[in-house]
């Protein structure tokens, strides 16, 4: 269901004294600051990962033995550092709470019991679903 207008305006007139408030807020549920350095980290790993995969292949093709393992091995560390910095930016990328703690649903899960939460998730998105159905009528 649609806001009117007038719960539009009143909203953003919300959004503007919080912001004006306290932005360091507005910019951490935002999440934008954050997000933005991990994804580009990662962007700039996976460019690590085929230049470190370039110097693999080059050090493999040439045909000086001592210089083909140095080159061959300088490749495949620039390979894995790139790959270690990839991955641990992406969990960071995430969702808007991705750099907040964890919710007690989420830590729970981690914990072990696993299908505890994910029945929770199932559970919430159907009564969703069905006030969805309900609002609109159908």
């Known amino acids: 269901m649609a806001l009117s207008d007038e719960e539009q305006r009143l909203l953003a007139q919300m959004e503007a004294a919080l912001a004006a408030e306290d932005p360091k807020l507005v ?4 999440g934008t600051g954050v997000r933005r350095v991990h994804r580009r980290r990662a962007a700039v790993a ?3 990962f085929f230049l470190g995969l ?4 080059a050090g493999i093709s040439l045909k000086n033995d001592v210089v083909s393992i140095v080159v ?4 495949f560390v620039v390979m894995v550092a790139a790959s270690v910095v990839a991955i641990y930016s992406w969990q960071h990328v995430g969702g808007p709470g991705a ?3 964890q919710t007690p649903d989420r830590a729970t899960s981690a914990q072990g019991s696993r299908g505890g939460g994910d029945q929770g998730f199932m559970n919430k998105m159907e009564e969703r679903w069905r006030k969805r159905r309900d609002e609109s009528g159908f």
């Open 54 to 57: 370039a110097l693999l292949v």
């Open 46 to 48: 996976g460019v690590g």
């Open 99 to 101: 750099e907040s703690a």
């Open 72 to 75: 061959s091995v300088l490749g």
């Open 27 to 30: 910019n951490a549920l935002r």
